[in-house]
Structure formats: C-alpha cells, structure tokens
T-cell receptor
Framework: NAGVTQTPKFRVLKTGQSMTLLCAQDMNHEYMYWYRQDPGMGLRLIHYSVGEGTTAKGEVPDGYNVSRLKKQNFLLGLESAAPSQTSVYFC??????????????FGPGTRLTVL | AQKVTQAQTEISVVEKEDVTLDCVYETRDTTYYLFWYKQPPSGELVFLIRRNSFDEQNEISGRYSWNFQKSTSSFNFTITASQVVDSAVYFCALSGYTGGFKTIFGAGTRLFVKA
C-alpha cells in the first residue's frame, strides 16, 4: 500500500514552460486535492476533485489546471509557468465521510522552482 | 468566512519542557472538523488528530494532548516532556460545511526542541 505518491519530487522550469504533476493514490479515496505551500502561508488549496471526472477550484486556482480522468489519479498542470509558482506542491486524498470531509492523507510533495 | 490563526510563528524550547501550540479558528458553521498535522524536516505531512465540533472532550495520546474549547474557538495542542524528534512545523486546520468541507490550514508553528 503506497498511499499517496507524487511525481516528480523536484523540478526546475524556465518561465513560460509547461509541466504536469502527477498524483496517484491506491486507497480508493473519492476526494483528491492539490495544495501549494509557501513560507509563512501554510497550505493553500489550488483545485480539488470529489470524484472521477469532476474538478473544482480552490483558493488559488489561477495559472493551474487539473484533470481526474481516473479515480486514482489527479493531475496538476501549469500551462505557462511563472516565478510566482515556485512552491512546494502537495497532493492529498480523503475518503467520503457521511458528514463531510474526512482526514486527508498527503503525498511527499513536489518542490518546483520556476526561473 | 472560515479562518485559522496560529499566532506563534516559531517556538523554541529545551528538551523535556512542556509546550503548547495555540490555534484559534473562525467559522459560522455548527458542524465542522478540526485537525492537527505535523510536518517534520523531511517535509511530509503527518496527520495527528481530527475532532468534530460536537465533541469537546480533551484528548490525550502519549505525550500529546489537545484542548478543544468552543467557547473561545480554540483547539490548542500540548506536547509534554518535549523531545528533539518533536521539532517540526505543526499545522492546525479547519473543515466546515460553509466551505464545502474544504480544509483551511493555519500558517503553521515551527517548533524547535533543543537537546
């Protein structure tokens, strides 16, 4: 049981380049999330998904797109990277809870630097 | 609006001291969940506790204890007899109905435990 995995672990991009971050979970969780972590700001939600084929915007969605074609995968795309997107990105998943969100399980993070 | 405030940016203690990390939250929901996560220097996020708004009982788990007080909208975390391995960033988080049960994180408190 690998839990939540993220690919890649590190990446350096030049301004304007594009890339896709892959998140995979093997816990059959319905909900998946992408966060970014910046110094002094905690984690901020970028996009999330409540099930296969559905996505929604979080707190800071601009400049990012996501897709959830398969239940176990949640992709985060940067179409034209900007230095402001330099951050650590975390993926998380959680099971459906009868009364709302349940505990989230996090991946190890991807450190992205945009030059 | 929902908000989580961790006023202590950094705390430094000497091993074996007790330390309390403060968390104050804001929500208009009557049903909500509170969480604490730990982020050690290795970077991963580790779930510590989840508490729902209907359960104000304090919880103790080994050297860790949590004090939930709805009257003051606080969910404080105490580490008794701290150890060097407790050095980490600790995040308090809130998930409520108004936010679609998306999780809002505080900015985190960095704890240094010196030997």
């Amino acid at each position: 049981n690998a839990g939540v995995t993220q690919t890649p672990k590190f990446r350096v991009l030049k301004t304007g380049q594009s890339m896709t971050l892959l998140c995979a979970q093997d816990m059959n969780h319905e909900y998946m999330y992408w966060y970014r972590q910046d110094p002094g700001m905690g984690l901020r939600l970028i996009h999330y998904s409540v099930g296969e084929g559905t996505t929604a915007k979080g707190e800071v969605p601009d400049g990012y797109n996501v897709s959830r074609l398969k239940k176990q995968n949640f992709l985060l795309g940067l179409e034209s990277a900007a230095p402001s997107q330099t951050s650590v990105y975390f993926c998380a998943s959680s099971p459906v809870s009868g009364r709302g969100t349940d505990t989230q399980y996090f991946g190890p993070g991807t450190r992205l630097t945009v030059l | 609006a929902q908000k989580v405030t961790q006023a202590q940016t950094e705390i430094s203690v000497v091993e074996k001291e007790d330390v309390t990390l403060d968390c104050v939250y804001e929500t208009r929901d009557t049903t909500y969940y509170l969480f604490w996560y730990k982020q050690p220097p290795s970077g991963e996020l580790v779930f510590l506790i989840r508490r729902n708004s209907f359960d104000e009982q304090n919880e103790i788990s080994g050297r860790y204890s949590w004090n939930f007080q709805k009257s003051t909208s606080s969910f404080n975390f105490t580490i008794t007899a701290s150890q060097v391995v407790d050095s980490a960033v600790y995040f308090c988080a809130l998930s409520g109905y108004t936010g679609g049960f998306k999780t809002i994180f505080g900015a985190g408190t960095r704890l240094f435990v010196k030997a």
